[in-house]
């Protein structure tokens, strides 16, 4: 075991019948950290979770928290509490049973359990509410509930699947925030499962992201955003433009070779293990520079320059999106002002925001969840 974990899962495999889901996974938590499981759907995060709470019985590995083995103990022995989605209130119980209803199956004295509710409602700001049903709460409440529910007993570790996804977009954004600050409060340990990147980033310490059962990496918001470690890992991480370049590795820098539809250049290394050949590159829409193909001004010899023309403009509020044809394929650029469809124009993308990774997948990941609903593309400038 890891000596900082607190929450050790080693070796961990699982599946339903004869399809395996978890493949081996080793995951160390430590104490009073907020781990946020990211990943598309279907690769486990759920089943991990489920796993964690004693809801799936591994079929090898172990899970333990602070150094007791509790793979064989049954959920309510585990000292966790899971939040779902769906909040699973009873519509017949008030708000404060609801909340009171992990005590009442501890048989914790009844004066105990009250006490309890009063102090979960002032901390979730339900007060007043407590003889209410859940029928007559909003969305909000009703995931606070939820949460005061899962608080109630005094978990050791928090698990949220998806605890936002049924709010609606405001809401979410305040609801994440409390969770947030209370985690923080509280000093819980909490497993987040979640698809929306944007809530892994702000809310947890780490993001681990997941794919077909494994961990693809793992790492601060600022880490995995900044210096994915794979091209599965960067489009997910919202670098979802994709070219396929040739070039040479030199001692510190990478020579990025002239193409039919870019530029030759050479980008520092950086510490990056590429060997010369193909390389994939990608790149977000909003981290690159558009220009038009007649302006004059060269850009510097670590920027990989590319030629298009605007096929569509839209408008999704701050920036303007626009799809540009790079040879036979199309990327999405975001810019400051609006350029026009049919116009000749470059695209500039410095080495800092340029993911360049030997490894070509067979298949494309799958898309992950983008902020703007905008489909990823993908682009082969040139094939080695
Ligand atoms: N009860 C079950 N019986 C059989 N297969 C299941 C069951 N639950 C999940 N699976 C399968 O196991 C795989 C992993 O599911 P899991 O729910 O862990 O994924 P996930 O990453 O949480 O996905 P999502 O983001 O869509 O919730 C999927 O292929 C799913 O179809």
């Not at 509280?186 to 077909?212: C, K, S, Y």
């Not at 070219?243 to 040479?248: D, R, S, W």
Request: with cysteine.
């Amino acid at each position: 075991m890891n000596d900082e974990a607190f929450l050790d899962i080693a070796g961990v495999s699982a599946g339903y019948g004869r399809t395996p889901v978890l493949k081996g996974l080793d995951l160390s938590i430590r104490k009073g950290e907020f781990v946020a499981l990211l990943g598309s759907s279907g690769c486990g995060k759920t089943t991990l979770l489920r796993a964690i709470a004693g809801f799936v019985q591994p079929s090898g590995g172990a899970i333990s928290v602070a150094g007791r083995n509790v793979t064989n103990l049954p959920p309510d022995k585990r000292g966790m509490a899971l939040v779902f989605q769906s909040y699973a209130l009873w519509p017949h119980m008030t708000v404060a049973q609801n909340i009171g209803y992990g005590l009442k199956l501890q048989r914790k004295p009844r004066g105990e359990i009250a006490g309890r509710v009063d102090e979960m409602e002032a901390l979730l700001g339900l007060s007043g509410l407590g003889a209410r049903k859940p029928g007559e709460l909003s969305g909000g409440q009703r995931q606070r509930v939820a949460l005061g529910r899962a608080l109630a007993i005094d978990p050791q570790i928090l698990l949220l699947d998806e605890p936002l996804s049924n709010l609606d977009a405001r809401i979410r954004l305040q609801v994440r925030h409390e969770i947030r600050s209370l985690q923080q409060r509280l000093g819980i340990t909490a497993v987040h499962v979640t698809h929306d990147r944007e809530e892994a980033m702000v809310m947890a310490d780490r993001i681990v992201i997941m794919n077909a059962g494994r961990i693809a990496q793992q790492g601060t918001p600022e880490e995995v955003y900044n210096r994915p470690a794979s091209s599965f890992v960067a489009a997910f991480m919202g670098a979802e433009n994709r070219l396929v370049l040739t070039g040479h590795a030199e001692a510190s820098r990478f020579g990025i070779l002239e193409g039919s539809d870019n530029a030759g250049c050479l980008v520092p290394l950086d510490g990056r293990p590429l060997a010369s050949g193909s390389v994939e590159a990608r790149f977000r829409a909003e981290a690159v520079e558009l220009l038009p193909a007649k302006s004059r001004e060269n850009p510097s010899e670590a920027v990989l320059e590319l030629a298009g023309r605007v096929v569509t403009v839209s408008y999704p509020g701050g920036l303007w999106r626009h799809a540009i044809k790079v040879g036979t394929a199309e990327i999405l650029v975001d810019a400051p002002r609006a350029f026009s469809p049919g116009e000749a124009v470059k695209v500039r993308i410095p080495h800092q925001v340029l993911f360049l990774f030997n490894s070509r997948e067979a298949s494309p990941p799958p898309k992950p969840v983008s902020r703007s609903g905008v489909e990823s593309r993908f682009l082969e400038v040139s094939e080695a």
